[in-house]
């Protein structure tokens, strides 16, 4: 079945270390995205593609960083520069058409320790 | 003014009656509008899409749109407690290839 897969589902950054987040998926989407959700908060954009090798700074990009080499794969790294990167991170991919919505994974929740 | 705005809620419904979601927009010439629901800890599930004006029905599921008042609104149909859950609106601008979202209206079905 297609779909988005994130992993690790949870992740643990001990203080000044980078950490990064994996998200692949075989719906052939040519957009993906990165949001982060703050607990009771909606979500917040941090980087978003839309094709390989380009890619666009959301609304609270710094502290973070991303690559997309290929179609499939859009991971994100948080930084030591991120400060607060305790949230749940939601990666998505769309087709791009203005008509659809998008299709999110199941989500990666990072605790700082 | 944020680009989308919904009451953060909660908002708390008898079983079996209707909920009803509101949600504004300031971009006039936004295009395209999604109701996601989020079960506490889950990822965003889409259940409508709207780009005309009038209403759209899935199921116990209205989406409305009024482009000319920058609304949209979800209706739920005889509420269940499995609809307990946070409801996202999310906005497309004309020219962008991104989602605007909401900060979420928690709705609660009680039995």
């Known amino acids: 079945d297609g779909g988005i897969t994130q992993s690790p589902k949870y992740l643990f950054r001990k203080e000044g270390q980078n950490v990064t987040l994996s998200c692949e998926q075989n719906?052939?989407?040519?957009?993906m995205y990165w949001y982060r959700q703050d607990p009771g908060q909606g979500l917040r954009l941090i980087y978003y593609?839309?094709?390989?090798?380009?890619?666009q700074k959301g609304d609270i990009a710094e502290g973070y960083s991303v690559s997309r080499e290929k179609k499939e794969s859009f991971p994100l790294t948080v930084t030591s520069a991120q400060k607060n990167p305790t949230a749940f991170y939601l990666c998505?991919?769309?087709?791009?058409?203005?008509?659809?919505?998008?299709?999110f994974g199941s989500g990666t929740r990072l605790t700082v320790v | 003014q944020k680009e989308v705005e919904q009451n953060s809620g909660p908002l708390s419904v008898p079983e079996g009656a209707i909920a009803s979601l509101n949600c504004t927009y300031s971009?006039?010439?936004?295009?395209?509008f999604f109701w996601y629901r989020q079960y506490s800890g889950k990822s965003p599930e889409l259940i409508m899409s709207i780009y005309s004006n009038g209403d759209k029905e899935d199921g116990r599921f209205t989406a409305q749109l009024n482009k000319a008042s920058q609304y949209v609104s979800l209706l739920i149909r005889d509420s269940q407690p499995s609809d307990s859950a946070t409801y996202l609106c999310?906005?497309?601008?004309?020219?962008?290839?991104?989602?605007?979202f909401g900060q979420g209206t928690r709705l609660t079905i009680n039995p």
């Open positions: 998505a991919s769309t087709t791009g058409g203005t008509a659809y919505g998008y299709t």
């Open positions: 719906l052939n989407h040519d957009a």
């Open positions: 971009d006039r010439v936004s295009q395209s």
């Open positions: 999310a906005v497309r601008i004309q020219g962008a290839q991104k989602l605007v």
């Open positions: 593609s839309q094709i390989v090798n380009d890619f």
